[in-house]
């Protein structure tokens, strides 16, 4: 079982800047992508990024593309999310999780989430 806790999130104005963690435990070695997804009230999630565990590889939805960057750091343990020139489109809460298959900007491609980190973005 692979546990994940994100942090990093907070309340910033449009154009600022936040970095989410994820530090993962547990039995990992199965995992084989890493990703960010977010969700805001009323909406339904969102795929953010994905990063490849074996290949490195990421991918971004279009709509973060150019503002985000995701990262791993595999000596601590712990994924990243670089966020860039906030908007305010990009409130919600973000989760990290982790698939042992496919690797797509997909939920369902991932079977361990962690509790979320809330970005809040205000003018």
């Known amino acids: 079982q692979v546990q994940?806790?994100?942090s990093g999130g907070g309340s910033v104005q449009t154009g600022g800047t936040l970095r989410l963690s994820c530090v993962v435990s547990g039995n990992s070695y199965r995992t084989t992508c890493m990703g960010w997804f977010r969700q805001a009230p009323g909406k339904e999630r969102e795929g953010v990024?994905?990063?490849s565990t074996f290949t490195g590889s990421t991918t971004y939805a279009d709509s973060v593309k150019g503002r985000f960057t995701i990262?791993?750091?595999n000596a601590k343990?712990?994924?990243y999310l670089q966020i860039n020139s906030l908007k305010l489109e990009?409130?919600?809460m973000y989760y990290c999780a982790a698939g042992q298959y496919y690797c797509r900007l997909r939920g369902t491609d991932f079977s361990n989430w962690g509790q979320g980190?809330?970005?809040t973005v205000s003018e």
Do not use: F, R
């Open 71 to 73: 990262s791993q750091d």
């Open 90 to 92: 990009d409130t919600a």
């Open 49 to 51: 990024a994905i990063l």
């Open 4 to 6: 994940l806790v994100e």
């Open 77 to 79: 343990k712990t994924l």
């Open 117 to 119: 980190t809330q970005v």
